[in-house]
Structure formats: C-alpha cells, structure tokens
C-alpha cells in the first residue's frame, strides 16, 4: 500500500497553505477594488473620467 | 514529485523540513495580536466615517507589518534565540526553517504590507509602518537590543506605534490624540516586562543581552517601573481629558492607574529576601495585561456611546 512520506505530507500542507494565502490576496483586492469605486476615492485620477481640476477656466481662455 | 528530492542537499542551518507552522511562528503571532488590537482601537476612535472593508483591510497590512517585524527580528537574533531555553525550539534555532528564508519572508511581507496598506489606506500611514518596522528590525534588534539596557524602553515605542498607523489610516493625519495612544503603550511596556523580568528567571544574561535587571540590578529595576508607572499615570489621565476620552474614560483611568501605580510602588519597597514567591510582581505583570486591554476599549466605548466625550 502507497503511503505519503512524512516530508511529502508537510509540503503538501504548505502547498495548500500557500493556494488559500493567494486566494484569500485576490479576494482582498476585489474588496479593496469595489470599496475604492464605492467611495469615489481614486476615481479621478484615471483616464475616461472627467477631472475638473484640468479643465482651464473661462478667464485663462480670454487672455490667450 | 519522486522521493529522490528527500535526498536534496538542505540549506545550511535546516535539519528538518518546515511546516506551514513554522512560518507562522516566525511571524510571532502573540506580538501580532496586540499590533492588530491596538491599530483597531487607534481607528475606532479616531474622526470620520470609515469603509468596514478598507479599515478592516487596513488592519490586516498593519498586522502583516509586525509580522514582517517579527520575522526579521527572528532571523537576526537568531544566535541569540539558540542560547535561551525560551526561544531555543523557535523555528531557526531549531532548524526547521532556514535564515535566508526567514530573511526573505520578513522582507517580502515588509514591502507588501507597506504598499498594500499605502493603496488601501493612505501614504502617511503606510509611512509611519514602514518606518515601525525599520524601527523594530534594525534599530531596536540589530543596534540597541544587544548595547543598552534600555532596549526595553526603545523596544517598547516599536510595539506603541500601531494605535497611531491605525489612526493614521481612518484619517491621513496624525494629531496629538494618535501620539497620546503611542506614549500611553510606550510608557507602560518598561514597567509591564520588568515585573516579569523580576520573578521570572529569564537568561538573557546568557546571551549577553543588557537588560536592567542584569546590568543595573533588581532595585534599579524596581525603582525605574515605578518611575514608568507614574509617568504612563500622568499620560493615560491627560488623555482622559482630551477629545480621545470623557467622563466614563477619566473613571475608569482613574482606577486603573490608582491600581498599577500602587502595585509599582509595593513592589519598589520590597526586596527579593521576601518570602511570598513573588507574588507582588505577578500581580503587577497580570494587572498590567488588563490594564492595557481595559484602557484601549474604554476609548472606543465613549466613542462609541451617544453621549460619551466632553
């Protein structure tokens, strides 16, 4: 009968360890991601988005 | 995978293969504990709405950070963990896991935590924990830890910062109420070990680590927590009466601090030669553990209440 060496079961344990860490990672980010859109936080900052704060006012335009 | 990788060559130092347990260790969960404790405290009370998923995050990359802290504490102080019954079975001394793993953990763990919780929170607290673990990895643990006795006193502003970063997260801003949280844990770390260190036989003089014990004697130590206690009286009071406290908060530090101050001068004004094993100094360590946890959560609870603050 096959039987796991004591060192493949540990490493095993590690594997497994190591999948829940980056799977529990990428569900962190998505929250993270989803919370920053709720709060409007980082929004402007990135293209397709309207960033008021570059748009040159009326007085600028006059003068040029 | 063929059994013949059991015949692999390990790294100098590993005489046994690590389990997932053993880099948890290394992360020195206890320590983390009271990182993740006093952070959440430090962002409860601070000003302002917060979104639970981004504070709860925020925690989580504190708590990483100390975990990178402790890490990279147990991979420099390795030799001195081998001498130390305490430590003796920790995962490097021990052999299971080796130095340049645990270096390369504590690192790893340290830039992620720092830059995850910059995106997550803010750049001012992720500042303040990049430098926590700068703080706790190199100056206190490779610098002062083996040439001052008072490495407790300056290991003690490593584990007081986390209040702060927490607060630093829920607001970008660090304001005096922040570093009252920081000077509260600072001083009661000096006066909480030292009560320890007094009835338990702890042989860092083995591995030549200057403790106060050691290298000033019993009375001094005696004489230094009681000075601690009532500085960490005069603090905790004061921040009773900031924008962090309230009437409920100035009572209950009232008591706390009447109790601790009045178990750092009993034991001040005893010697060893008293025969009650100790018991004055076990009284003020399991005293000082509650005194920390009823502290903090008095803070949250008045900000909590509808009508708690001044």
């Not at chain 2, 005489?15 to 405290?41: G, H, N």
């Not at chain 2, 643990?141 to 083996?146: D, E, T, V």
């Not at chain 2, 591995?207 to 000033?216: D, E, F, K, N, Q």
């Amino acid at each position: 009968m096959h039987r796991d060496h004591e060192v493949h079961l540990r490493r095993k344990g590690r594997n497994f360890g190591v999948l829940g860490v980056l799977l529990a990672f990428i569900v962190i980010v998505f929250g993270v991601t989803v919370a920053k859109i709720q709060t409007g936080g980082f929004s402007e900052g990135f293209d397709h988005v309207a960033r008021p704060a570059l748009v040159p006012s009326g007085a600028e335009e006059a003068n040029e | 995978m063929t059994d013949a990788s059991l015949h692999i060559a390990r790294p100098e130092g590993a005489t046994d293969e690590a389990s997932l347990r053993d880099y948890w260790q290394l992360l020195k969960p206890r320590l983390m504990s009271l990182s993740i404790f006093t952070a959440l405290v430090g962002l409860l009370v601070a000003p302002g709405p917060q979104h639970p998923i981004l504070a709860a995050t925020s925690i989580l990359w504190i708590a990483i950070g100390a975990g990178a802290s402790g890490a990279l504490n147990m991979w420099f102080d390795a030799d001195i963990d081998r001498v130390m019954k305490r430590t003796r079975k920790r995962p490097i001394p021990s052999g299971r896991v080796a130095p340049g793993d645990a270096l390369a953990l504590g690192l790893f763990l340290a830039g992620l935590s720092v830059v995850m919780l910059g995106l997550t929170a803010n750049w001012v607290a992720a500042f303040w924990l990049a430098f926590t673990i700068f703080f706790y990895a190199v100056i206190y643990s490779m610098w002062l830890k083996r040439t001052t006795s008072w490495n407790t006193v300056v290991g003690g502003l490593a584990g007081a910062f986390p209040p702060m970063i927490g607060w630093a997260a829920a607001t970008g801003s660090t304001p005096l109420e922040a570093w009252l949280l920081v000077a509260i844990i600072f001083m009661w770390t000096p006066p909480h070990f030292w009560a320890l260190a007094l009835f338990v036989k702890l042989d860092y003089h083995d591995a030549r680590i200057p403790m106060l014990t050691v290298t000033h004697g019993r009375a001094e130590t005696r004489k230094q927590a009681l000075i601690y206690a009532v500085g960490l009286a005069i603090v905790s009071i004061y921040a009773a009466t900031t924008a962090l406290g309230g009437p409920l908060t100035l009572a209950v530090v009232m008591v706390l601090n009447g109790v601790f101050v009045k178990g750092a001068y009993d034991m001040w004004r005893r010697t060893d030669a008293d025969s009650d094993n100790h018991a004055v100094e076990k009284g003020l360590f399991k005293w000082s553990l509650l005194y920390l946890f009823a502290h903090f959560s008095v803070f949250v609870i008045e900000a909590a209440l509808p009508f708690g603050g001044w």
